[in-house]
């Protein structure tokens, strides 16, 4: 690709409740899942609610006019609607154009890059900026181990001319490898499965990422290490962990996937506006690799041109991080809508 497009800002929201897994604990005698707790949407909250935080407070740190914006690109697989558009409401709420291009994607837990990456190249072609998030809270069956780690959060960032970046998009890989998905939502469903067939699942994650990864680096030109933060999404903390042996395992940011969970098709986006907030310095290298079972792998090698400026008003991905209230199981259920609310 030419390196036309670049980040010009971030913005991010993480709901205030948290539960612990010691609440998993006590209701059903056990936890699967390397994290301590995990972020847990209101009763008042959706991924609308949370895409239009996010993006809000991408669209003001990238000191844009909104009447510019030429795109929204949304990523989820746990959309409120089955015919209706999550761009849309959002693009509503936020008071962009009408003549925005809407884009909804909800393929997959990578749903957050598959928009990034069709809007970086819309963006390319036609100019302007373009508004991408990833917004999730993917749910399961209360018990299931794959329940346990499944958290709520929305990442945004806005794309446009390279001139303006705090980072450069300097290439983008896809990898297509047909495996039979291991976890999946059946058609008019809420709720998400898996096949629990571990040996399978790490066997199709494994060789769907290092293909994709391969891929970038070769076009690239580069080596695996000479990335200075690289970002893999993964059910948890260990999956990341586990793929590159080569890799030194201290550029593999793991902060979220640790203390927020498993944010879905706002994971990867979430771990890039974390990393553009907590650690890159100009000039270092950033690695972001999603995964979507059944749907591939996406990989994106960014450069760091300067920390983007902070706006008072505008919280920092730091500050939603800290703020916490924790709740206990059964409001837990209840803020899901798994049991009555009363």
């Known amino acids: 690709m030419s390196n036309n497009v670049g980040i010009i800002g971030y913005g991010t929201y993480i709901p205030r409740y948290r539960i612990k897994k010691e609440?998993?604990?006590?209701?059903?005698?056990?936890?699967?899942?390397?994290?301590?707790?995990?972020?847990?949407?209101?009763?008042?909250e959706d991924v609308i609610t949370m895409a239009v935080e996010a993006g809000y407070?991408?669209?003001?740190?990238?000191?844009?006019?909104?009447?510019?914006?030429?795109?929204?690109?949304?990523?989820?697989?746990?959309?409120?609607?089955?015919?209706?558009?999550?761009?849309?409401?959002?693009?509503?709420?936020?008071?962009?154009?009408?003549?925005?291009?809407?884009?909804?994607f909800t393929e997959s837990e990578k749903a957050g890059t598959t928009a990034l990456?069709?809007?970086?190249?819309?963006?390319?072609n036609k100019g302007g900026y373009g508004l991408?998030?990833?917004?999730?809270?993917?749910?399961?069956?209360?018990?299931d181990s794959l329940e346990h780690v499944q958290a709520a959060a929305a990442a945004a960032i806005v794309i446009g001319n390279n001139n303006k970046s705090i980072a450069e998009i300097v290439g983008k890989k896809t990898a297509n490898i047909e495996y039979i998905s291991d976890r999946f939502k059946r058609n008019g469903t809420k709720m998400m499965k898996d096949l629990e067939i571990a040996p399978y699942s790490n066997y199709a994650y494994n060789n769907t990422i290092k293909k994709t990864v391969n891929d970038l680096t070769?076009?690239?030109?580069?080596?695996?290490?000479?990335?200075?933060?690289?970002?893999?999404?993964?059910?948890?903390?260990?999956?990341?962990?586990?793929?590159?042996?080569q890799l030194n395992k201290n550029k593999i940011y793991l902060d979220t996937l640790r203390i927020i969970?498993?944010?879905?098709?706002?994971?990867?986006?979430?771990?890039?506006?974390?990393?553009?907030?907590?650690?890159?310095?100009?000039?270092?290298?950033?690695?972001?690799?999603?995964?979507?079972?059944?749907?591939?792998?996406?990989?994106?090698?960014?450069?760091?041109?300067?920390?983007?400026?902070?706006?008072?008003?505008?919280?920092?991905?730091?500050?939603y991080i800290n703020r916490k209230e924790y709740i206990n199981y059964e409001k837990y259920l209840k803020f899901k809508e798994l049991i009555d609310l009363d």
């Open 218 to 245: 070769d076009e690239l030109k580069i080596k695996l290490n000479e990335f200075d933060h690289v970002y893999i999404q993964g059910h948890d903390s260990r999956q990341p962990t586990r793929i590159f042996k």
């Open 117 to 124: 990456s069709t809007g970086i190249d819309i963006i390319e």
């Open 57 to 104: 407070n991408a669209i003001h740190n990238s000191r844009i006019n909104k009447n510019d914006l030429k795109l929204i690109a949304i990523g989820s697989v746990s959309s409120p609607y089955n015919v209706k558009s999550m761009a849309s409401e959002v693009a509503m709420a936020l008071g962009l154009p009408m003549d925005i291009l809407l884009l909804d």
């Open 132 to 143: 991408i998030i990833g917004s999730d809270a993917p749910l399961a069956t209360p018990g």
């Open 261 to 319: 969970g498993d944010t879905g098709a706002a994971s990867a986006l979430l771990g890039l506006n974390a990393i553009l907030y907590y650690k890159a310095k100009e000039n270092d290298r950033i690695l972001i690799v999603s995964y979507g079972s059944g749907a591939g792998s996406d990989a994106l090698g960014i450069k760091v041109n300067r920390k983007q400026d902070k706006i008072n008003e505008i919280p920092t991905i730091d500050q």
């Open 23 to 44: 609440e998993y604990i006590k209701t059903w005698g056990h936890f699967s899942g390397k994290i301590e707790e995990k972020s847990v949407i209101g009763y008042d």
